[in-house]
């Protein structure tokens, strides 16, 4: 007994030698970079001469910053609404089918992320302008008379961002859904269920860790797509990356790019906290 347990103990040393390596790669380029930030978030004047809360006093009672953090925010949200309402059809379509159209499936689903974000996001700006491909299809159809604001514009942003984080969306979801017994489908419905009752009392309930997994993927993705912003969102949308962007290098305001950084890290966080949660009530929810 005496020498399994210092078998068992040379065991977890041995295992904690080889995390050695992974804890120090994310103490010095993780932990060590978010410690710097605070640090120099706390100083009180662009100079860095002198200390204080100064920068978080002015952020958080700063209407125009507020506003850039909470139109930051719904983007996300409404990202990965969007991802989810195309997302879901494509897994369920990728369970229902065969071995060789799953594969085709999955090929389509990561083929974009194979591309470039710039080029995709080029792609949409060919896309959503004012003689891009969507504009004039709607004009040949008669949809409209005067070619749509559809590029600079919130909504194509959203579009924009959509097609390209979908693949964080969908992924997760046909992981979840390949795992589901399919009796369970057919003893609902030997029990009278029709299929829609099946599908929100038993295949959507046992999909929520792909969903919540999914959403905080595409989420986090979305409200931190720089490029996609820049590009599609044009001058007249600004976001927190953008925001950070000018503050921090435009005009060399580097205690207040460094606080709005920590306060938009912190609200990020905040709505992922809010997934997982509202992820574990549906989950106690459907159990009742």
């Known amino acids: 007994m005496a020498s399994g347990r210092m078998t068992n103990g040379a065991s977890e040393r041995g295992e904690g030698f080889l995390a050695l390596p992974l804890m120090l790669f994310y103490l010095l380029f993780f932990i060590a970079p978010l410690l710097l930030l605070f640090a120099v978030s706390l100083h009180a004047d662009k100079e860095m001469t002198s200390w204080g809360l100064t920068q978080y006093a002015k952020t958080l009672t700063d209407g125009f910053g507020l506003g850039v953090l909470f139109d930051t925010l719904r983007l996300g949200v409404e990202t990965t609404l969007l991802c989810l309402l195309l997302g879901f059809p494509l897994a369920w379509l990728h369970r229902s089918a065969g071995p060789r159209w799953q594969g085709v499936i999955i090929l389509i689903t990561v083929l974009p992320l194979l591309t470039s974000v710039i080029v995709r996001t080029f792609a949409w700006i060919v896309i959503l302008g004012r003689q891009g491909i969507a504009n004039t299809l709607l004009l ?30 969908v992924l997760p979801l046909i992981d979840a859904l390949q795992k589901l017994d399919p009796n369970l489908e057919s003893a609902s419905a030997a029990l009278g269920a029709g299929r829609w009752r099946s599908f929100f009392r038993i295949v959507l309930p046992l999909s929520l860790p792909g969903i919540i997994a999914g959403s905080v993927l595409t989420f986090s993705a979305a409200v931190t797509a720089f490029i996609t912003q820049s590009l599609v969102g044009g001058g007249q949308q600004l976001y927190m990356p953008m925001y950070i962007y000018q503050q921090a290098l435009t005009l060399q305001n580097w205690p207040f790019a460094a606080t709005i950084s920590v306060i938009f890290m912190v609200a990020v966080l905040f709505c992922i906290a809010l997934f997982n949660l509202l992820g574990r009530y549906t989950r106690r929810y459907s159990a009742m």
């Open 140 to 169: 040949e159809l008669g949809l409209t008379e005067t070619p749509l604001r559809l590029l600079y514009s919130h909504g194509g942003l959203v579009i924009a961002l959509a097609q390209v984080q979908l693949p964080l969306m």
